[in-house]
């Protein structure tokens, strides 16, 4: 579509951007997109980025990115749209598979081992999908909640967003994760009323969390501690998964229990970390960065810090199921080959480099929990092959 209106100047690109399509030029302003309202943001950034506009919306994207589809006034094809940008379940669901799995099986060998069963009592069907349905909706509620937390942010600095460009709301996603949190507290009330009390947790700690606990430039000021108390909600997540077996059995914790817990909050600052990395060219105002907090070298030195310490968190829980030497053997090389990204970040920081390390944090948190998930089944057969 052609802008009629008068036009400004777009004084980070020097290109003309139209003014409001309401009447008139806008006065000066920080960002070209700054305080307008969604849809007249959409308009504003397609005139600028040479995408278009039809008459039921938004067909192109900025960026060079397109959208799954068009966008629709019916509301689950937009939620599907917004999954695929912002929460793809396709990368998503294996994580939570095998964290999940990880939970329970570190949980009930580390029972066996201790005594309390004789054989691995595992949770039964109904349970196991009801858990892994529950920390895939709390990973999707805190994303929903970052939405809120930084509306105003991406309505300023990253318009081509799903939210400010106007594919949803915040209204529909705060809805929607309502509905889905409300199915989390029915699905338990019938099968393990028990962990209620962990969901509360998890659910105080994710809504302080966006409040960013009443101290937003202090907290904002501290980076490191901003991040560990955002972390804190990775082992509050997974805690929840080991307690659908020794909390519903009516156990006491078991000894893997601090292991694992640790493995998660590592795990979570390796993903946390390895997605801030950028070298100077890909930095965006408005958008932080740990490169840009702690430098180059200092960041993805912190993040090997925290593989490295998460690997170790992880041998401690495998300590205590009966797992032998082949575990720690396991995440020995995985970790050799996800630090191998950040160490050439740090030699000679690149794109590619920064995008390696992201992708090392994804596969090395998925190889960590696959090795805590069946890292006893292993053991116990390698024993049985030694034992023939």
Same mark, same amino acid.
């Given at each position: 579509m052609l802008c009629r209106s008068a036009r400004r100047r777009d004084l980070d690109r020097g290109?003309?951007?139209?003014?409001?399509?309401?009447?008139?030029?806008?006065?000066?302003?920080s960002s070209p997109l700054e305080g307008c309202s969604p849809r007249e943001c959409v308009r504003e950034e397609c005139t600028l980025r040479g995408c278009t506009l039809g008459r039921s919306g938004f067909r192109g994207l900025p960026l060079g990115r397109q959208l799954p589809g068009p966008v629709t006034t019916s509301l689950p094809r937009r939620l599907w749209h917004y999954q695929a940008e912002r929460f793809s379940l396709a990368a998503y669901t294996p994580l939570v598979v095998a964290s999940v799995v990880a939970a329970v099986s570190v949980s009930v060998h580390a029972r066996r081992v201790r005594g309390d069963v004789p054989t691995p009592a595992w949770p039964v069907p109904a349970l196991w999908a009801l858990g892994g349905l529950t920390v895939l909706i709390f990973f999707l509620g805190l994303r929903i909640l970052d939405e809120h937390k930084d509306a105003h942010i991406d309505r300023q600095y990253r318009p081509e967003l799903p939210v400010p460009r106007g594919l949803v709301t915040?209204?529909?996603?705060?809805?929607?994760g309502l509905g889905l949190l409300a199915l989390v507290v029915i699905g338990h009330l019938l099968l393990a009323p028990v962990l209620l009390l962990a969901i509360l947790t998890v659910v105080v700690w994710a809504a302080l969390m966006t409040r960013e606990f009443f101290v937003p430039e202090w907290l904002?000021?501290?980076?490191?501690?901003?991040?560990?108390?955002?972390?804190?909600?990775? *082992? +509050? @997540?997974?805690?929840? $998964?080991? #307690?659908?077996?020794?909390?519903?059995?009516?156990?006491?914790?078991?000894?893997?229990?601090?292991?694992?817990?640790?493995?998660?909050?590592?795990?979570?600052?390796?993903?946390?970390?390895?997605?801030?990395?950028?070298?100077?060219?890909?930095?965006?105002?408005?958008?932080?960065?740990?490169?840009?907090?702690?430098?180059?070298?200092?960041? *993805? +030195? @912190?993040?090997?810090? $925290?593989? #490295?310490?998460?690997?170790?968190?992880?041998i401690w829980?495998?300590?205590h199921t009966g797992t032998?030497?082949?575990?720690?053997?396991?995440l020995g090389v995985a970790l050799l080959a996800a630090a191998l990204p950040a160490l050439a970040f740090i030699r000679s920081p690149s794109g590619r480099a920064r995008a390696g390390v992201e992708t090392a944090s994804g596969v090395w948190t998925l190889a960590l929990y696959l090795v805590l998930a069946t890292g006893p089944w292993v053991s116990g057969w390698l024993e049985t092959r030694g034992g023939a």
């Open positions: 290109r003309p951007v139209c003014g409001s399509l309401r009447g008139g030029p806008r006065t000066a302003r915040l209204a529909e996603l705060r809805w929607a904002n000021a501290r980076p490191a501690l901003y991040m560990v108390s955002h972390m804190v909600i990775m *082992p +509050l @997540v997974l805690g929840y $998964a080991t #307690a659908l077996d020794w909390l519903v059995a009516g156990a006491s914790p078991p000894p893997s229990l601090p292991g694992f817990l640790l493995a998660a909050f590592l795990a979570g600052v390796v993903i946390e970390v390895g997605r801030k990395i950028r070298v100077p060219s890909e930095e965006r105002e408005g958008v932080g960065s740990y490169t840009r907090d702690w430098g180059l070298r200092r960041a *993805p +030195l @912190v993040w090997l810090i $925290a593989l #490295a310490g998460s690997a170790g968190a992880g829980a495998l300590a032998g030497g082949w575990g720690a053997l396991a």
